[in-house]
């Protein structure tokens, strides 16, 4: 047999659907995205008040990474991670609707994991930050001026430009993009945040807002359930589990 046997390498792909895909997604575009705010943010950061570009490009950099992550639709979900994403490929006819209701799901679901992994990373800085508005603000967005038609009219606009600009970037006769369409929808968020941010802050994703949002109404209960159920497994184990 000859010394310089040949090796085949069996490489096993992953493969996921649809709801876990998203949630992997949703989950880390609501990491790297919320983490930046947070970083600029709150007290004792090593990144505080570093400012607009700082969380603009942050902001970039997370969806790049996250659809980079996903973004395979032969293998994973093809990377929404925005329930407006996923309304529009549903009315451009991309997604049926039984498939749109799980890709809701997963960016609902990741959106508070993701939530939930930022509230753990930063979580010494939470309470060295005295501003509750501060806080509320790395979990969603707010306008700066109050005025709820125009300020819906702000996002309207910028979700517009995010849709249009995700199709035609991905669109199968635009050649241009080809294997470098994550870094460019990145870079489109960054424009849009850049140059239609200012008013509302650029949510532009349901997810991104209200699943934050649903994690720091939930985050503050988080602590007595879990020292309830410990002081009940604490119990449990030293004198036994007969009821009391």
């Known amino acids: 047999m000859s010394a310089l046997a040949a090796v085949v390498v069996h490489i096993k792909f992953p493969h996921l659907g649809i709801v876990p895909s998203e949630i992997i997604g949703t989950g880390m575009l609501i990491l790297l995205g919320d983490g930046v705010v947070a970083a600029v943010l709150l007290a004792k950061s090593k990144a505080e008040n570093s400012g607009w570009i700082v969380i603009t490009f942050g902001w970039a950099m997370a969806v790049a990474m996250a659809v980079y992550a996903v973004g395979n639709g032969h293998l994973f979900s093809g990377a929404d991670l925005n329930p407006a994403v996923t309304l529009g490929a549903w009315i451009h006819g991309s997604h049926t609707g039984s498939q749109a209701i ?18 753990l990373t ?19 967005t707010g306008p700066a001026v109050r005025n709820y038609a125009w300020n819906l009219l702000t996002e309207i606009i910028g979700t517009f430009v995010l849709m249009f600009g995700v199709f035609f970037l991905t669109a199968p006769w635009n050649t241009y ?7 460019l929808i990145g870079l489109l968020v960054f424009a849009i945040g850049l ?4 008013p509302t ?6 997810a991104r807002d209200l699943g934050p949002r649903i994690m720091h109404a939930v985050l503050p209960m988080l602590g007595p359930l879990i020292g309830g159920a410990l002081g009940a497994i ?10 009391i």
């Open 234 to 243: 604490f119990f449990d184990a030293v004198f036994g589990s007969a009821p």
């Open 122 to 140: 930063y979580y010494l800085h939470w309470r060295d930050t005295e501003d509750p508005g501060l806080k509320l603000a790395v979990f969603s």
């Open 102 to 119: 799980k890709y809701w799901i997963g960016e609902m679901i990741g959106a508070m994991v993701g939530a939930f992994l930022v509230w």
């Open 177 to 183: 993009t080809s294997g470098i369409t994550p870094l």
């Open 201 to 206: 802050g650029y949510a532009i994703n349901p």
């Open 195 to 198: 140059s239609l941010g200012g």
